[in-house]
């Protein structure tokens, strides 16, 4: 076996040198009824080259070639090539947790800054190490939250990514706190009066996203007005983490919980992408998760520790803040590069470009559909309404090698027959205004089918 | 720049280590602080579109300045992130002998093949009859993780570890839900990893302590006088953190089924076990894997993980939504309806690059290569044991697995702990230990070599431990003041957690 560095002379020396006549020896504690005596199951060994054909086959049996309109919480950004030359360096790619600070300087260092940017991005005044992603990210915010406030209810808007609804109900079932769903109005953002309503005394907190699941910016300012003045927290998820370039940071958040995987990640059908928790100091101890912190040793040199770490589990166990051990580093790495690539400038013009398009997409496919939600602020995501279903509609569109907008069908069935468009740098005038081709040709066409 | 292992006194002994030669490493300050107005490491292709306002577009929702972000030009990221990255050990510079986190090789052709387009560029949403390569990919190691666990069904959707602890014990919950009552308690015992009491305490239960017996293994009786009708489960590493496998497996599987728990096997140390024995044939209903370990995929200086989640057939139904499943003509797809299932544990399906790596790890070894690496493991940690036990105390004699697990109880008498020891291997050229835990072992050298080291590189880490240890006893400051050789030295941690600075300022420094 070509990763095993020893030959069969050696194993036999070294045998010897334990004192065992041969490597069964060494497993007598398996009981011998519970000891395997046939090969597994599985594929035979294969040789480097086979198994690099076995994966393209797989990849040839997915999408190629395709244009896509899909976003909905996972994001087709360009990838700057330096980010996969930098994270593959080994002394990145094979280290552990940096617990021995001496020799893991260069994760602790680069952590350093993804806090530092995190925060810079989210407008919060500490941000974690990372979370697993956007969801448990969001799962984990809001039992944050009722551990400081004392309180059992959360609330949480429609508008949130429904898959995050449901990891943070997963989380929240055995908890003691019982979530609550918080409509949306005729703009498709949290309908402030239901917000006001709903809030009570019990209120630990409220959820929201911004982008919305529908790409619509809420009003952060007025709903952390109407969610504070009732003495609970006010949760921001952002699953589109690129939109932070143009719209303004939920500075009046006590907490926002991140998806960064805008930031440079691979779409990888899904993960692993990056979560990343951020919120005001003075909730610091109740946060979950690794943080990174500066200090000196004794020379005097500056240096970076994991730090804190009084709330984790592997010092308070069942009292500690969440049951987090290992995350994401390397992602979170991915992202830090990204962010040092675009910097300051680039992120701003990154996001320009997405708005941009967005909009031209939205005017073009938008003839041929009814826009729902057209008045409300918006970064690169919107729904349109059509006339046709959208499985024939993308049906359409498969055939022209276009994967149109994703069917809200399943999640907002009062939606009628509506889709999530999304637009980001990497999609062109030509696929936008092909796809509204298409979308313009008559229905019949899909009947026949 | 220190010289490594600069003696302190003439005539006290200092070790030469063997494996190692001091040499340079470049400055470099945190990004920012080398930032300057005007410099750009990117450049966007021309808007193809009309340009728009985003004032006039948002409105009040527009963003006036992006923060202290930096500015930088391409080949000062290149420096900064390369010039980081050498002030980290990793596998690839050696052995990295972690307990409980099998530090192995993390074959190349694994990132490769996550890399290829049709792979990485796949959308979690883009339709399903585009994505059957992808559905095959999960299908697949969900078969060969079923049949190296001997389990009958399982979850890829769990992100890391302790994820994977949550989703298998809301599995228990769920199934003692079903009969009417979630019962109360968790046993735990104290040798446990810490993450195993907080998922515990996450999904609602109770935290039973279980003392280990002399042995470092579950003591029967006291399990047995322990379980009763409020009692869910028992979360039982195997191998345990000590390295030894609960010979009585059968047993306390027993205790448990009588009393209507079930029995949850924390999966980390699975390396010793692949291609030898199966969980599912030694009485554990639900367990989770490690990828990251077990299974190769790289740590990443803490992640991303994937932990998956295999049980037996009575707790299918609860699986987290969707599971993979085939349709009449072949075809593959995802199930939604799963009205008992205990929901969604994260987002899509799961760490999905993972997977590809875990399923390359298992095709580059076949059945005979798995087996041969857990031999390969068990060799190792016994080689080390017996080099070293004369020299460090060995607090449980039962014969080691994949790890082997030493006290520091020597040394302290020259007032040495574990963590000093293992500031001194840094100067030797290694990463060190796991010093943290088993609890059960106070001052604990948890060594776990995996299969991917050498003789040659086993044999300098027992050089390593052996000067060390004579170094304990003749020249104890020495240990005390490593390591001598890195860029910086010890840090200060209480200052660190006192006042802490947890991101760049532009104000400071
Ligand atoms: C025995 C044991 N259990 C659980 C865990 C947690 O796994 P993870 O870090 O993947 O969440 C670890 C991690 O080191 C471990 O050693």
Redesign the interface.
Known sequence: MRYLPKSPAEREAMLAEIGVSGINDLFSSVPEEYRLTHDLAIPRQMGESEIVDYFKQAAAHNANGYSSFLGAGAYRHYRPVIIDSLVQRGEFLTSYTPYQAEITQGTLQAIFEFQTMICELTGMDIANASMYDGSTGAAEAVMMAVRITGRGDVLVARTVHPEYREVMQTYAQHQGHVAHELAYGEDGRVDLKALDQSLTENTACVLVQSPNFFGLIEDIPAIADIVHKKGALLIVSIAEAVSLGIVRPPVEADIVSLEAQSFGVALSYGGPYCGVIAAKEKYLRQMPGRLVGETKDKHGRRGFVLTLSTREQHIRREKATSNICTNQALVALMTTIFLTVYGKEGIKELAQQNLAKAHYAVGALSRHGKLLFAGTPRFHEFVLETDEAPEQLNARLLDHKIIGGLSLARWYPELGNATLWCATELTTREQIDQAAAILAEAPVAAAVR | MATIAEPISEKAFTGTPRKVTAHITQN?A???EK?SPG????K?PP??????D?QA????????S???????S?IE??R??????????????GM?P?GS?T?K???R?N?????????????????ES?????L??IKSLQ??LL??TGMDAITLQP?????G??TGI?LV?AYHQSRGNPRKTIIIPDSA???N????????YQ?VNLKSNAQGGIDVAALEALVNEDTAALMLTNPSTIG??E?Q??KIADVLHARGALLYMDGANMNALV????PG??GVDVMHL?L?KTFST?????????GPVACKKILEPFL??PVVAESSDGTLHFNYNRPQS?????????????F?RAL?Y????????????T??A??NA??I???LEDLYELPYK??S?HEVVFSDRRQVRNGIKTGDL??RL?DYGF??YTT??PLIVPGALMIEPT?????E?LDLFIDAMRQIAREAEENPQLILDA?HS????????T???RK?????KPNTE
């Open positions: 470099e945190l990004m920012f930032s410099k750009k490491g990117y966007l808007l193809d579109v009309p340009e728009v985003a577009l948002l409105g009040s929702a527009a963003r006036e992006t923060g202290a972000l930096p500015e930088l391409e990221i290149i900064h992130f390369t010039r980081l990255s050498t002030w980290n050990y990793a596998i690839d510079l990295y972690l986190c530090m090789y993390n074959p052709v990132e490769y093949v996550s890399r290829l387009e049709g792979i990485a560029e796949a959308h979690p949403y883009q339709p585009l994505s059957q390569g992808a095959q990919v078969e060969c049949e190296i992100a890391a570890g302790a994820h602890e949550f809301l919950r990893h810490g993450t009491p907080a998922t515990a305490a996450i999904c609602g935290v030894v496998f010979h497996i059968h291609g030898k024995t199966r044939d030694f490690n990251h790289p740590h990443g200086g803490g992640g991303p993980g994937s987290p939504t205990v929901g969604r544990v994260r987002m899509f399906y799961g760490n999905f690059g993972m590809v390359a298992i095709l580059a070894n076949g059945p005979d290569g798995l087996r041969q690496t031999e390969d068990v060799l016994n080689y044991r017996a080099k039962t014969p697995m293992a500031k840094i990463h060190p943290s835990f299969e991917s080291e050498s003789r590189e390591p890195t860029r910086i030295s010890r840090l200060d941690e200052g660190a957690a802490p600075i947890l991101r760049w």
